[in-house]
């Protein structure tokens, strides 16, 4: 049989009976992707470094200051099943493009910004474009590679660039804040730049085949509202009080929206959200997965970082460094995970990494007031760069096997929706219990940490349960 390479002819059906065919692009595509990615991993990485310089420069109080970090999560956040739907209703490269566009731009205003409240008000703009962006060059490499180790590859390269961002932003930040946090803030326009050029020339255009299908306007606005309440509630939850009327508010209305939005699907033509796309057991496997998995690394970066610069007393730029071996092992092996992913299975690859990055943060139990870095922290890196490598690449495909290409962008919206707020949840919980620990032992510059790492245990635990839900045809394939 005749092997096909990238720019092959790729012919499918999808289940609704539509004929799908169309050259597969290529590696340079691919790296426009990537690159994106990339991007936006470092803009999320790289910011937290800068704020105590930003705060000094700007005059900043320290509850508006952590607002430079959540206003880009609101943004990201909620809108990310609006930006998953637009991009398949209007196009995925029209969408990936105005994002990328959208996102330079702002990341300037950001750096120029005179006062904290306009910077504030760019990261949330950011945010928002991050929310369009991330579903529509996921849903491009999901239609663009067929399903089987050549979509595995592509998303492994994907996922490896966004961890070599991630860290990289770690990195970079805190050498450029040497500078100045204004460059911190400016770093992504160069690659966005970049992103945009190349995309206007290797991205596949659009089809315009068939009628376009008109948005589902109320469940765009139920749907958005709900989930900017959410990721504002447990934002702010910490800081305000979990029990305060403030709080208590605003995930009520949140939860009001999320029914009424359930009520508007049920009866919507043309939904947003298919309740479908809820009750598949393969999506709701990885969605929960995903939001158990990334909750508990946001959480563990955290307290890591905690550990790190409060009891070792180690430098931010030194604290950055520590990640550096997570990023090196998960861009080095992703590719590869994602290969393995669709030849054995993606619940079995998940399962495999689930049980290691339980394993490397049940490895930080171990850290004490002197710790060296080579015999404690450096296992835990590494084992859950392994992890990381492993689960990444095999959630994204598992999410979106046998999907219809024209939900493509749905189905990549959930799972980061899940992912988000999973991170803002597992981490308010995370918060909650080592501040408790702090305060009942205030001599203990440990105390808290142990609770703490059990939550994170025990959430990778529950995240390794919810793979039961993800089911395989022969050969592999999440169903």
């Not at 060296?372 to 689960?391: K, R, Y």
Request: net charge positive; proline share 6%; glycine share 12%.
């Amino acid at each position: 049989m005749r092997k096909h390479s990238d720019s092959a002819l790729v012919a499918r059906t999808d289940p609704h009976g539509y004929a799908q065919g169309s050259p597969a692009p290529g590696s340079p595509a691919l790296l426009v992707l990537c690159a994106a990615h990339f991007m936006d991993a470092i803009d999320l990485s790289d910011v937290g470094v800068a704020l105590p310089a930003i705060q000094r420069d700007l005059g900043m109080a320290s509850g508006s200051l952590q607002w430079v970090v959540s206003a880009y999560a609101l943004g990201y956040g909620g809108f990310l099943l609006l930006g998953g739907r637009v991009a398949d209703l209007f196009g995925r490269r029209r969408a990936f493009l105005t994002a990328v566009a959208v996102f330079g731009v702002v990341s300037v205003l950001g750096a120029l910004a005179p006062t904290g409240g306009l910077l504030v008000a760019a990261r949330l703009v950011k945010g928002m474009a991050a929310g369009f962006l991330a579903p529509a060059a996921l849903s491009l490499i999901t239609t663009g590679w067929p399903e089987g180790p050549r979509r595995g590859r592509a998303l492994g390269w994907y996922a490896t660039a966004g961890a070599c961002g991630f860290v990289g932003g770690l990195v970079l930040g805190g050498v450029l804040t040497e500078a100045s946090w204004r460059l911190v803030l400016a770093l992504p326009v160069p690659i966005a730049v970049a992103a945009l050029l190349a995309g206007l020339r290797l991205l596949p255009a659009d089809s315009r085949g068939g009628a376009r299908e008109k948005l589902d306007v109320p469940g765009a606005l139920t749907a958005t509202g709900a989930l900017v309440l959410l990721v504002y509630a447990l934002t702010r939850a910490p800081s305000h009080g979990w029990l305060s009327p403030g709080t208590l508010v605003l995930l009520c209305a949140a939860v009001c929206l999320l029914v009424l939005f359930l009520r508007v699907e049920a009866r919507a033509h043309r939904p947003l959200v298919p309740l479908s796309f809820l009750t598949r057991r393969a999506s709701a496997g990885a969605n929960l997965t995903i939001f158990a998995m990334w909750g508990a690394y946001t959480s563990f970066a955290f307290l890591a970082t905690l550990y790190l610069q409060n009891v070792l007393g180690w430098t931010p730029l030194q604290t950055a460094g520590a990640f550096v071996p997570l990023g090196l092992v998960n861009g080095a092996l992703a590719p590869f995970a994602g290969r393995i992913a669709a030849r054995l299975g993606t619940r079995r690859v998940i399962a495999a990494g689930m049980l290691l990055l339980a394993l490397s943060y049940a490895l930080f139990f171990r850290i004490g007031p002197g710790s060296p870095f080579l015999t404690v922290i450096l296992p835990v890196m590494a084992v859950n760069g392994i992890g990381t490598a492993a689960t990444f690449p095999a959630l994204n495909m598992s999410a979106v096997a046998d999907v219809p290409d024209r939900d493509q962008g749905l189905a990549g919206a959930l799972l980061n929706t899940f992912m988000q707020i999973g991170g803002a949840v597992v981490l308010a919980l995370v918060t909650a219990v080592v501040d408790a620990g702090q305060r009942t032992h205030p001599g203990d510059p440990l105390a808290g940490y142990g609770p703490g790492t059990a939550v994170i245990v025990a959430t990778v635990l529950a995240g390794l349960g919810a793979t039961v839900l993800i089911r395989h045809r022969p050969g592999g394939r999440a169903r």
